[in-house]
């Protein structure tokens, strides 16, 4: 997730240089935030390939069955390569269909290239260290400017309030914050509070119903995602970020990604029994939570980049994603405390309030799911119809 030099760039996030290293050596870490395009010599492939880097910070599209194995020796086929075959917006494409996190995809189908790193743990010492260090780098960075222009005038921050947002706040501290949320939410509250700490210009975009039903709807065309829980996670982003695009802002930094790297889940913090999990050690939950981050960031960077800003998540920097995954779990959550790396690497950076505060999900810290459960009983559907939401939300976006 970092800034193209141009929206018509065939290739996203970094160099065809760093690209082209990362094929020869498969590393699914080479530096930067992802990237994600049209590769036009790749090395030892004849020809052009899609490639989109292994945690998919970058979404790209093909038209559906452009990349089929099985039907890549008919050549009556779509060459998934053809301008008009991929986009890194699905709204372009006729049957989008993502390419997987860390894949190459041709004329000859869909290769996994790159997978993340699943070594061992490391001690706590080194890796809190590690972490220490890569965060130290990755906000240093964001603090220094657009990475492609030097600019950071344009630059600005959705807070919420939380050690995650904060960090990445205290990094920019003259960038304006933006939150949104219906009135009395537990995350305006919060990064009311945490700004007021923090010295920051915090700027609250308070939420109507004729706002959500807007957003909804908005956030559902380019997303494809019509179901409850992607839409009220999605929306409350969409609106912050609309209110920074009308102030001139052109780019988001996001806190995205933490929860997942750092163990922020109750499901990584006590995995056993919780049937949300598979794995019965935090490492192991952690890991899984990693694996849905393509599927939730392809959601966040369409619904941010529909409201007219490009996301910058610095959480999500090699350096970090590497250093965060060595943690052993005692540095993920232990005795009630969870994302401790990040809680340790934050001490001196943001205040006491903010390294220790708790975080509700989005969707619920800003009153989303609660006003579209408000929404849909009164348009006639109950809680005991099953996923009332659900229903109401096919109804509104079938009007």
């Given amino acids: 997730m970092t800034t193209p030099s141009s929206p018509d760039l065939d290739l996203r996030g970094a160099s065809p240089e760093r690209v082209r290293d990362a ?26 390939v899609l490639v989109r880097d292994a945690l998919g910070r970058q979404p790209l599209f093909v038209e559906r069955g452009a990349a089929d194995p099985a039907t890549a020796p008919d050549p009556a086929a779509p060459d998934p390569t053809a301008p008009d075959a991929w986009s890194f917006d699905r709204t372009d494409l006729d049957d989008p269909e993502p390419v997987p996190a860390g894949s190459l995809a041709s004329s000859a189908g869909t290769e996994r290239v790159w997978s993340l790193p699943d070594d061992g743990p490391v001690d706590p010492e080194p890796g809190q260290a590690a972490v220490d260090g890569a965060i130290d780098a990755a906000l240093g960075d964001l603090g220094a400017g657009d990475l492609e222009t030097g600019a950071s005038e344009d630059l600005a921050v959705a807070f919420s309030g939380g050690v995650d947002s904060g ?5 920019v501290p003259d960038a304006p914050c933006y939150v949104a949320g219906f009135e009395g939410c537990h995350d305006v509250a919060a990064a009311r509070e945490a700004a007021a700490a923090m010295d920051l210009d915090l700027r609250v975009v308070e939420v109507t119903h004729d706002d959500l039903l807007r957003a909804v709807r908005e956030v559902a065309a380019a997303t494809g995602r019509r179901n409850p829980m992607d839409v009220a996670i999605a929306v409350p982003l969409y609106l912050a970020a609309e209110a920074a695009a009308a102030d001139g802002v052109r780019r988001l930094a996001v806190g995205q990604g933490a929860d997942e790297l750092f163990g922020g889940y109750s499901k990584v913090a006590d ?19 990693v694996r849905s981050l393509p599927d939730q960031l392809e959601r966040d960077v ?22 965060a995954l060595a943690l052993p779990g005692e540095l993920l959550a232990s005795d009630g405390e969870r994302k401790i790396a990040l809680r340790r690497a934050a001490a001196g950076r943001v205040p006491e309030s903010v390294r220790t505060a708790d975080k509700k999900a989005v969707q619920y810290g800003t009153y989303v799911s609660r006003e579209l459960d408000r ?25």
């Fill in 375 to 399: 929404l849909a009983r009164r348009a006639g559907f109950k809680r005991r119809m099953d996923d009332h939401v659900g229903r109401y939300l096919d109804a509104l976006l079938s009007e």
């Fill in 167 to 171: 960090v990445v706040a205290a990094a």
């Fill in 302 to 323: 369409l619904a941010l980049r529909a409201a007219g800003v490009e996301p910058v998540a610095p959480l999500l920097d090699d350096r970090i994603v590497a250093a």
């Fill in 23 to 48: 094929l020869r050596d498969g590393d699914p870490l080479p530096g930067g935030r992802g990237f994600a395009g049209l590769f036009r010599d790749p090395p030892d492939r004849e020809g052009p």
């Fill in 271 to 289: 995995p056993v029994g919780d049937d949300r999990v598979a794995a019965e050690t935090v490492r192991g939950a952690r890991t899984e939570t």
